[in-house]
């Protein structure tokens, strides 16, 4: 017979306990839930983007009811329990229903605190606490103009600004000088607080309510100055205070909140309790991270484990107000002894203080950028002594290496105990772990599995970049058995034989067949499908434009400012003056307002507009230029050193050799980017041994290398082998792309492929089996003879021409 467990309240922290109860044993209970709101569990944080009209309540459903019925668990809605009977062990609802329990779990949550004023209780005056009072403030919004929200907090500016989005003029009252002084300070606050005035948001600073003004329904507010301001509506957004009423009435111990002990006891032995109901060591929290840190210590006692404990939390906030990212932790107003160090650029809205005493952060405050946040936060909470990097520490993580992912580098250098989601207590390494062990590769996929950025959203920068360290340029750990995407069952190797296997030539083929869920697929199979049509069919299948990403249908890199950049190959590097007169001539022809040598030797012309391209490349064109595929999954460069023409170290001519290389690959579309070097020595000046296929030239002949990579995890590569002509490296090459162009999952570098089929798979196909080689050499000569078609000149010519004509808008 199962124990009978009930939980009071189906909100964040009592369903969190069940979710890590199931976890470590799922056969102990039989679960019964009670909620007093007719929905399932849902994410409280994200009602403000509901009054927003950003979400739907549906999108803010953590545990729909197929969850509660899938896990065996009893849940009653719109029903609360009004009594709890200790002596008989049973709860009691207000429709009568009854519930026995052996162990029960208090999580009741807490309730608005409404300013006991004269008018208090007139209609129009509401909290912001459940879906209730956004469908209140909806229906408000539709009817009426002007709305107070008493409270310049996190929940008073949410509740302002969706009632603002909702056509409504709003003024918000706040009793202190500076808003959100429980997380800002002055100069944090001042930023904030004329970011929201610049949008239309009024401010009554420094202002006590009085009375609420009208008859039945609000009219007004008074305030303790005698002045008054029109309102329809009223929002009371100043705190919440725990709903301890069940508790008392049942004799359980309470003060400010239901107190419990390290192990989320309660002092009725069968009774638990977690969440802003609970008062734990004098405190109690109001910040989800602190409520699933308890949630966890619950569930372990409840499945009997009986080793966890709960010390309390060092909590840090990290939140985006009406789009405005802010991070505080500690104490962040300093006090006498303290030192600060300050960062400030109010035109790029940018702030950064950190109080310091004894080389210590004791306290951050983060306005704008807020991606270091979670590095500040763990320095201070393990105390770590900041005298050897404290000229540079307002400057974020940023000396390591970076190879132009800033972000991604910043959450590299994190530790895995680090915490990257508050809301919902999810560390680096967990993100990590379930990145690696079940394959993920995309954001919803960590949401799903770690809640990760699941709620306020405010993290979902620093899961991203960890996302791109981990999966880097391609470092995809997926199972080979992960679908391809969400429209079917099948792997990408799976759906890659069976293209080769069935002859299917087709997209619409390729669905028919392995029964797409969705008959025009997503954006994350669509890509993939176009890429694998075009590398087994290339004189039969014809590429969809249409299933690319941006840079691949403009054949330019888009920039943050929506201008493009154009970059003319240059074989091995080399160019003539002719050729840099052409590029200077077009430079000054279309106002170029910068231009830069790349690391693949280069020339990257930037801040050309998207319809200036095709004239831009028709003149290039004609100046002897073909596109250089930077924006593409396609061959990137092939870099090379002086070699033996100049250097008096090169052994070999590795110009030259880059120059045939490149001659005979570009244009190429692979799986993701592909790179090549051609070193002249053993001191490989073009940096061969980190690039996807390298040479490196020896006095005998050529090494070939293979699998590596730059950027923010640097692969060195595996050597192939050593051959001794030219023809034979072209050979190599040549098979050892199609090989990968074949096999290789989309947007997989080569890196990850090497690891993931084995050094020794590569070489059986490449080095040891002639046949096999020569025939991958012949089939990716034939694939050239389609792929160097330069797209740059046909699009000059007017091809795709709708791609890059500017939408004219004409009056009515």
Known sequence: ??????????????????????????????????????????????LSPVLAGEKTVDDIILNDRDWYESNGITLHTGDPVVRI???????????????????????????????????????????????????????????????????????????????????????????????????????AAELLKQS???????????????????????????????????????????????????????GIHCERGIVVNDTMQTYDPRIYAVGECVQHRGLTYGLVAPLFEQAKVAANHLAQLGFARYEGSVTSTKLKVTGIDLFSAGEFNEQEGDETLVLQDPAAGVYKKLVVRDNRIKGAVLYG??????????????GTDISAFRSTILFGQHDLGDAGHGDETRVAALSDDAEICGCNGVCKGEIIDAIVTKGLFTLDDVKAHTKAASSCGSCTGLVEAILASTVGDGYDAT???????????????????????HQLKTMDAVRSFFEWKNPDGCAACRPALNYYLLAYWPGEYHDDPQSRFINERAHGNIQKDGTYSVVPRMFGGLCTPAELRAIADVAEKYNVPEMKVTGGQRIDLFGIK?????????????????SGHAYGKALRTVKTCAGKNWCRFGTQDSTGLGVKLEELTWGSWMPHKFKLA?????????????????????????????????????????????????????????????????????????????????????????????????ALYERFKYSQQFAQIDPWKQRAEGEEANEFQPIKITAA
């Open 479 to 501: 199972p080979s058995k992960k679908p391809l995407c969400g429209c079917t069952e099948y792997s990408h190797d799976e759906v890659i034989a069976g293209i080769k296997e």
């Open 196 to 250: 929201l005035e610049e949008r239309g948001m009024k401010f009554l600073m420094e202002t006590q309510t009085a009375e609420v003004l009208g008859d039945d329904r609000v009219s007004g507010l008074k305030f303790a100055d005698g002045s008054e301001i029109e309102a329809d509506l009223v929002v009371m957004a100043v705190g919440i205070r725990p709903n301890i009423e069940l508790a008392q009435t049942a």
């Open 1 to 46: 017979m199962k124990e009978k467990l009930v939980l009071v309240g189906n909100g964040m922290a009592g369903v969190r306990t069940l979710e890590e109860l199931l976890k470590l044993d799922p056969e102990r209970y039989e679960i019964t839930v009670f909620g007093a709101e007719p929905y399932p569990n849902y994410n409280r944080i994200m």
């Open 678 to 774: 051609v070193s002249g020595c053993p001191r490989n000046c073009a940096e061969a041994t980190i690039k996807d296929f390298g040479v490196v030239c020896v006095d005998s002949g050529y090494e070939l290398h293979v699998g590596g990579n730059g950027g923010i995890k640097v692969r060195v590569t595996d050597l192939l082998c050593k051959v001794e002509t030219e023809e034979e490296v072209l050979e190599y090459c040549g098979a050892f792309i199609q090989k990968y162009r074949e096999e290789a999952h989309y947007l997989e570098r080569t890196a990850p492929w090497v690891e993931r089929v084995g050094l020794d798979y590569i070489k059986q196909a490449i080095v040891e089996d002639e046949a096999q080689r020569k």
């Open 610 to 626: 998207k319809e200036d391209l095709p004239a831009v490349w028709k003149d290039l064109s004609e100046a002897g230029f073909v």
């Open 85 to 187: 009977d200790r002596a008989a062990r049973k709860v009691i609802t207000e429709s009568g229903l009854e519930a026995g329990y052996d162990r029960l779990l208090l999580a009741t949550g807490s309730n608005p605190f409404i300013i006991p004023v004269p008018g208090h209780d007139k209609e129009g005056v509401i909290g912001f606490r459940d879906i209730a009072d956004v469908n209140t403030m909806l229906e408000a919004s539709k009817r009426y103009q002007k709305a107070v929200v008493i409270g310049g907090g996190l929940l008073g500016l949410e509740a302002a600004n969706g009632l603002m989005k909702n056509g409504m003029d709003v003024t918000v009252v706040h009793l202190m000088d500076i808003l959100m002084e429980r997380q800002l300070d002055r100069p």
């Open 369 to 382: 950028d807020t991606m270091d946040g979670t590095w500040y936060f763990q320095l201070l909470r393990d």
